[in-house]
């Protein structure tokens, strides 16, 4: 497995670490996440391969592969 993976320069302005602090949202309106992290991700992926045709006509018409985040 490890063979497949590829390790690429970052893009430019690339956040290093992604985080939602929702406490204030919880505390001020009562709000909570129906979803955990991973029902959520598990959701996402499943939709996406339940759509796959969508998705690679998605593709194909805006995105002809190549890097994104390099052009200022």
Not at 33 to 45: D, I, W
Request: charged share 35%.
């Amino acid at each position: 497995m490890k063979k497949l993976i590829e390790f690429v320069k970052d893009r430019p302005g690339h956040d290093h670490r992604y985080a939602i602090d929702a406490g204030k949202v919880e505390r001020t309106l009562g709000w909570k996440p129906t979803e955990t992290f991973e029902s959520g991700l598990k959701k996402t992926v499943q939709w996406y391969l339940s759509n796959h045709e969508w998705c690679k006509q998605a593709v194909a018409d805006r995105y002809s592969g190549e890097r994104l985040g390099l052009k200022m």
